[in-house]
C-alpha cells in the first residue's frame, strides 16, 4: 500500500525537498510517525517543527529547511487535502443494485449506480450514472439525482426533490419536508399546504440530520458549491446561492435570500423574508433581523458589523460595573450642585 | 387538469370579479403566469399588484379594482391556503401493506392503512385507519396511532407512545427516547430509568428530525393541534399545551409546563420546571429562566417583556461609546470637584 | 407483578419504617396511587409531603415521620433511580437475528446479539456480545461495537466507528459522519478528505439524533461513561474526556479538546481548537471562544465567570435607562461646568 514520497510530490506537483522515502499515510505534526506526511498551515503550529516525527513536512519554502524533507507548497493546507485525497478511500463497498433494496418499476436508475438495502427509490424518480444509495434512504417520486451523488444511510428526499450532480449528503439529511406555514384562526390553526419543491445544485455537501423544508409554492434553492454542515435548519423558499459555508446548528427562515460566497459560523439565525448579500460573514450565534448588504462581516444580536461587535463583546462584561459607577456619578454629582447652589 | 376559476371561487365561497378562465395552479405575485392564481395578504406586496401576471388575485375588496380578476377575501393568506389546499395532493403513491414491510402478528393494524417496505411494527402496537407509514418508520411495542396519521420515513415511535388522530411527523421525529436523567455520584455517573411515555394529541404535526423524549415517570405531553417546526428538542416530562406554535431549533427542558396557544421562534431555550402561561409569545433566541404569566410578550436572554427587549437591543451596540463617555464624566466630575474645592 | 415493600427495601439496602405493603410501581408525589412508591430529594416539593397519595416514600430521615411509610435513605434522588431500575424493562422483545436484517458475510456478530429487520451491517465490522441493534442501524465496514450495547432505531456508524461497552445510542445518533473540512480557493471551494475516525469510550449515551464526525486525521473521541443529549453537534478532531454531561443542542466545534467531568447546559457553543478544562461547567446558551482553565462554572457571550455573568444579566435590562441617565449626567454636568466658570 506505500507509496513512493517522490511519486507524490510528482502528483501533487510540488518540489521535494531531501531523500525519498515509502510514505504510509498523512497525520497531524503531533501525531505522525517517520513514515508519515504531516503538514504546516497554521503558524500556531510552527514550535512542533523542532518535535514532529513525521517523515516529511508539506510547508512554505520558509519552513522547508527546518524538516527532515519538504514538500514546498505556496498553499500547505490545500495540498494537505490533495494530499489527503491520495490515502482517501470511498466508504461502502457494495456495487449494484441490492435485491433487498425497494425501487418502484417506475423510477429510472442509471446504470453504475449503487444501491443498498433497505433504500427506496418511487415512482418516476431519476437517479442518475454512478450515484450511490446507502442503506435507509429514501427517494420519493418524481425526485431527480443527478450524476456521481452519495447518499448516506437514512438520508430522505421527499417527492419532486431535484438535485444535482455530485453532491453529497450525509446521514439523516431531510430535504423537502413540509416548510412551516400555519395560519391561527379564531377556529384553529390553519395548515397552509406546501406544494413547492427543493432544489440543490451540483457539488453541493449537505450535513448530517439537516433539514432543508419545501416550499410552499415554487422552490426552495442551494445554490452550486455550497457546503452546509450537520443540524442545520434551512426554512421554505430560502433562496441561498453557490460557494456558501454554513456551519453547524445555523437556522434559516422562511423566503431569505442568501448570495454567493456568503458564511454563516455555528448556531447563527437569520430572519424571514430577509435579504443577505454576496460575501456576507456571520459570526457564531448572530442572530439576523435585518437585511445585510454585500461583504459585511456581522456578529452579536442584532446582528452588528464586526468591530462595534468586538467591542461590545469587551464592555458587556463591566457592565454590572458601569452601573455602579454610573450610580455614583448621579450621587456626587448631586451633592456638587447642592453645594453649588448654596 | 385544469379547473374554472368560477368553480374555485364557489368552492371557496369567494365572491368572483372579472371573467371566468381555467387555472393551471396557484403561485406568489412575481411568479404567477395568467393561468395561475395569486394572493395579497401582506402590504408589503402591494406594489406587486401593478406588474404581477397572474390571472385572479385572492384579495380584499380594497384592492379588487386593480387587478384582472379578484376573488374577495376577508382573510386572503388563509384563503389562499385553502385555495391551495385544491391542488395539493398527497405525498407517495403506494397502499395497503407491502412485503417488505416488518408487522408483528400481535400488532393491529386498522383496514385502509398503508405501510411500506421497511417499515416496522412491533407487538400490540394498534395503527388506527387511514394512516400511512412511510420506509424505515419504526412503531415500538405498546405505541398508539389514531386514524388519519402519516408517518414520513424514519420516523420513530418508541414503546408506548401514543398519538391522536390525523397527525403529521415528518422523516427522522422521534418520540420516546430516553429522557436526559442522571445522577453524578462519587462512584460515577448513574442513569436514571425513563419508565413514562409520550402522548401526543390530535392534529398535531412534528417537524423533520424533532426530538421529544419519554418521561422519567407520567407523561411528556403535546395538546391537540400543537405544531413543531424541525430540529426542535422537548424534554422528559414537559407538558404542552394545544395549539401551539414551536419554530424551528427551540429547546425546552425537563418538566417545564406550556399553555395554549403559546408560540416560541427560532432557537429560543426554556429552561427546566418552569411554567409558560398560555398565549405566552417568545421571541427569537430568547433565553427563558423564570416563570412567564399568560398573555406575555418577550424576547432576549433573560427573557424580560418585548418592549424593554427592543429597547435593549437598540442600546446594545452604543455599550462602547458608553464606556468612554463614563469614563469621560468621572473624569470632568473630578477635576470640577477639584476646582470647586480650591 | 406486584413486589412487597419489605423485599424492596431489602434489595436496595434501605430502612423500611411502617408496615409491608404490596408494591405496584413508582410515581411522583403527586400522582402516586397508595400501591406506589415515590420519593422526596428537591426540598421545593416538601410541601406536597402532606397531601401525596403515596404508600411510600423514599426520603431523609428527617421526613420519615411526616409520611404512610418511609424508605430512609443519605440520597433520595439516587435511591429512587435505582428503585425504578426495578420497574424498567427494555424496549423491543426480539432476540437473535431476523431474517430482514442484512449482515455482510465477512462482519462478525457475537453470540447473544439481536439484529432487528433492515439493520445493516458491513464488511469486517465487529459486534459484541449481547448487544441489540433495532431496525434501520447501519453499521459501515470495519466499526466495532463492544459488549451489552443498545443502537435505538436508525442510529449510523460510518465505516470505521469505535465504540465501546454497554453504551446506548437514542434513535437517529450519526457516528463518523464527515468532518466540516473545506479550504476556500481561487478556483473554488476544495474539500479536504476526512480520512480519520470516531472512538467512543463504553457507557456512553449519545441522545436521539446528535452527530459527532470523523477526524480529517487520526479519531474524534468521547471519554467513558460520558452522556451526551438530543441534537448536540460534536465536531471532527474533538476530543472529549469522560463523565461529561451535554446537554441538548449544544454544539462544540473542531479540534476542541474537552477535559473530565464537563457540564454544558443547553444550547451552548464551543469554538474549535480551544481547551476546556476538568470539571468546568457552562451554563445554558453560553458562547465560548476562550480556553477555559479547569474548574470554573463560566455563562454568556462571551463567556466569564458565573459571579459576572449573573450580575450582567442583572443589568442588561436596565440598559436602556443607563442610557438615559448618561445622557443627563453629561448634560447636567456640562451646565454645572457653564455655570462654574461664568
Redesign the interface.
Known amino acids: 500500500m506505500a507509496r513512493r514520497l517522490s511519486d507524490i510530490a510528482a502528483e501533487l506537483g510540488l518540489d521535494l525537498r531531501g531523500e525519498d522515502m515509502d510514505v504510509a499515510g ?3 505534526l503531533e ?1 505522525a510517525g517517520p513514515d508519515e506526511i504531516s503538514f504546516l498551515a497554521n503558524p500556531k503550529y510552527v514550535p512542533q517543527l523542532a518535535s514532529t516525527r513525521a517523515g516529511a513536512v508539506i510547508c512554505s519554502a520558509d519552513f522547508a529547511g527546518e524538516v527532515k524533507r519538504a514538500l514546498v507548497s505556496d ?1 500547505p ?2 495540498d ?3 494530499c ?2 491520495l ?2 478511500k470511498a ?3 457494495l456495487s449494484g443494485v ?1 435485491p ?1 433494496a ?1 425501487i418502484d418499476p417506475a423510477a429510472r436508475v442509471a446504470e453504475g449506480c449503487t444501491v ?3 433504500a ?1 427509490i ?2 418516476r424518480a431519476v437517479v442518475g450514472e454512478g450515484t450511490v444509495l ?3 434512504c ?1 427517494v ?2 418524481d425526485c431527480s439525482i443527478g450524476r456521481g451523488c452519495i447518499l ?3 438520508a ?1 428526499l ?2 419532486g426533490t431535484v438535485i444535482g450532480d455530485e453532491c ?1 449528503l ?3 439529511v ?1 430535504l423537502g ?2 416548510g ?6 379564531s377556529f ?6 406546501q ?1 413547492g419543491t427543493v432544489q440543490i445544485g451540483s457539488d453541493v ?1 449537505i ?3 439537516t ?1 432543508i ?1 419545501r416550499a ?3 422552490v426552495t434553492s442551494v445554490g452550486d ?1 455550497t ?1 452546509i ?3 442545520v ?1 434551512i ?1 421554505h423558499n430560502v433562496q441561498m446561492g453557490g ?1 456558501c ?1 454554513i ?3 445555523v ?1 434559516i ?1 422562511g423566503s431569505t435570500k442568501v448570495g454567493n460566497n456568503v458564511t454563516m459560523a ?2 447563527a ?1 437569520i ?1 424571514g423574508h430577509l435579504s443577505i448579500g454576496d460575501g456576507v460573514t456571520l459570526g ?2 448572530a ?1 439576523v ?1 435585518k437585511d445585510i448588504p454585500a461583504g459585511q462581516t456581522m456578529g ?3 446582528a ?1 458589523d464586526k468591530g ?2 468586538m ?10 460595573d ?2 455602579k ?2 450610580q455614583r ?2 450621587k ?2 448631586a451633592e ?2 447642592n ?2 447652589e448654596k
Chains 1, 2, 3 share one sequence.
Do not use: W
Not at 412551516?180 to 384562526?185: A, D, E, I, L, N
Not at 467591542?311 to 454590572?320: G, N
Open positions: 498523512v497525520n497531524t501525531a498553499n493546507y490545500l494537505f487535502g490533495r489527503v485525497s490515502f482517501a466508504q461502502g463497498t441490492h433487498m425497494c443498498y438495502p433497505f427506496y418511487g415512482p446507502f442503506p435507509g429514501y420519493g417520486e448516506y444511510p437514512n430522505v421527499m417527492a453529497i450525509h446521514a439523516g431531510v419536508a413540509d412551516f406555514g400555519f395560519v391561527p384562526t384553529g390553526i390553519q395548515k397552509i399546504p406544494i455537501e450535513g448530517a440530520n433539514t423544508d410552499v409554492l415554487g458549491s457546503k454542515d450537520n443540524l435548519q426554512g460557494q459555508l456551519i453547524s446548528q437556522g427562515s455555528g448556531q439565525g430572519a457564531p450565534k442572530g433581523a452579536g444580536t442584532p452588528v462595534t461587535y467591542r461590545t463583546l469587551s464592555v458587556m462584561p463591566k457592565l454590572p458601569m452601573y459607577r454610573l456619578l448621579e456626587e454629582l456638587l450642585k453645594g453649588a
